[in-house]
């Protein structure tokens, strides 16, 4: 169904986009850092909630993406339509919700959450980063499910022009606020807003364009077909508590390592950021998996869907030890640019080691591994391996690891391989013993 020439036209935009949202997310870093390490921490803690909020409505494009690539696959266009325009439907009312309780319960959520071990400036910066980010929710919601579903048709250069403009936008405006203008935390979150919204417009304009094999009509007319929810949500509410629980765990974990003080919550972001670049084949490959594996699934050839998995891994696992050895080689330069406190760059430069060892053997397996499953309709079995995981192995023995055997933030990056590898492990011998076939069907 996919040759090479396809699978190059579909991956490599994916990974040129994942590419441009990282570096940005360290260009946003290194140029907060100007207004200190309390602004860098700010955002840091917000940023690690906001993945958590943002997820709720993004596992739902996921689930729409699968439904509609399974229709594509079985030549059903007209009902692969009918899930574009009820997956912008769901999406848009659920953004528009978390965007409600975030802009009221602001402070008090970050409170609950951090409690008083933060210091009072970062959580200044906090409060002001999270208030201005959440009214880009909806916006974000409606750019990801419009991407979803470009991809899905196998045309993932649309949503990498679009985000070319949005990262572009959101370049310049930090630079413009952030070192023009000095505004700190609010420079590099007004710009987040704008480029979000733009690129919403954008690519609600093109997904309305007939010529596509997948598109919307007449969003604002359209009535929610509680059928079609219903098999998005069969996906999506899976893969959604999979990874609220996973970015729960998450943020469980950030307050940890709150309590290790400033210099670990900023070493802890920079390593999070060049750990981020780290991984963008695994994640750009991953989010092929759902258009290549749905719809083989849909056209009923499910050992044509092994075939591609297998392919694809190597062709992760290529990519990813490629850029891993290249940023171990490089890793004093970059760390380098944030311009951090000797202590905050010692053990920032730890992270970045340890992280890029591990990454080259676990991370494939643990997160790329198991979008080829969810692809199948195989989303119960990972949804309870991937909680289980976290809150035994990354909660659990961070805990352990960094207040009984006092390894403080090493030990919680310690726990999050483990977690990886017990992960992996569970993906690995469900794809090989094929059980994942029983739910590759199109009710």
């Given at each position: ?14 990974i ?9 997310g ?28 943002i ?33 912008l ?14 802009l ?10 951090y ?21 880009s ?16 048709m196998?045309?993932s ?28 935390v609010a ?31 007449n ?33 469980l974990?950030?307050g ?6 400033t210099?670990?919550i900023t ?14 084949p ?8 759902i ?26 696992y290529i990519i ?5 050895m ?28 340890y992280?890029?060892?591990c ?5 494939p ?5 198991p979008n ?5 309709n ?6 309870l ?6 809150w ?6 961070s ?38 076939k029983?739910?590759?069907?199109i009710?």
């Amino acid at each position: 169904m996919f040759n090479n020439k396809q699978l190059k036209k579909l991956i490599i935009p994916l990974i040129i986009e994942q590419l441009l949202a990282v570096t940005v997310g360290m260009a946003d870093i290194m140029m907060v850092a100007r207004a200190g390490e309390t602004a860098v921490s700010g955002v840091s803690l917000v940023d690690t909630l906001n993945v958590l909020l943002i997820t709720l409505f993004s596992s739902l494009a996921t689930g729409g993406a699968v439904v509609a690539a399974q229709y594509l696959g079985h030549k059903e266009t007209k009902e692969a339509c009918k899930a574009a325009n009820q997956l912008l439907l769901a999406v848009g009312c659920i953004s528009l919700l978390i965007m409600g309780i975030s802009l009221i319960g602001n402070q008090a959520i970050l409170r609950t959450i951090y409690g008083s071990k933060v210091e009072k400036a970062v959580m200044d910066n906090a409060v002001t980063y999270f208030y201005i980010t959440a009214l880009s929710f909806p916006f974000l919601a409606i750019y990801n499910s419009c991407a979803a579903l470009f991809r899905t048709m196998g045309n993932s250069k649309v949503s990498m022009m679009v985000s070319i403009i949005m990262n572009i936008i959101n370049v310049g405006g930090n630079a413009i606020l952030i070192l023009g203008f000095r505004m700190g935390v609010a420079g590099v979150a007004y710009p987040t807003l704008v480029s979000r919204a733009v690129a919403a417009v954008i690519m609600l304009g093109l997904i309305h364009n007939a010529k596509n094999p997948i598109h919307i009509s007449n969003i604002f007319h359209q009535r929610f077909d509680w059928k079609m929810i219903r098999r998005i949500l069969n996906i999506g509410v899976p893969n959604g508590l999979e990874n609220s629980v996973f970015q729960i765990g998450k943020v469980l974990v950030q307050g940890i390592t709150a309590s290790f003080g400033t210099v670990a919550i900023t070493a802890n972001a920079v390593g999070n950021t060049i750990a981020g670049l780290e991984v963008i084949p695994g994640s750009a490959i991953g989010l092929a998996m759902i258009t290549v594996v749905g719809q083989c699934v849909g056209a009923g050839d499910l050992e044509q869907a092994k075939k591609y998995v297998i392919k694809l891994m190597k062709i992760t696992y290529i990519i990813i030890i490629i850029l891993n050895m290249g940023v171990l080689l490089l890793r004093e330069p970059i760390i380098g640019l944030y311009n951090l406190s000797s202590e905050t760059e010692a053990l920032a430069m730890q992270l970045v080691i340890y992280h890029s060892i591990c990454c080259c053997i676990i991370w494939p397996i643990s997160f790329c591994l198991p979008n080829a499953l969810r692809a199948a309709n195989d989303v119960k079995n990972t949804m309870l391996i991937s909680i289980i995981s976290m809150w035994v192995w990354r909660i659990g023995f961070s805990f352990i690891l960094a207040y009984s055997f006092k390894l403080g933030l090493m030990g919680v990056w310690i726990a999050m391989t483990i977690d990886w590898l017990f992960r992996g492990i569970c993906f690995v011998t469900r794809f090989l013993s094929g059980k994942w076939k029983r739910h590759a069907y199109i009710s």
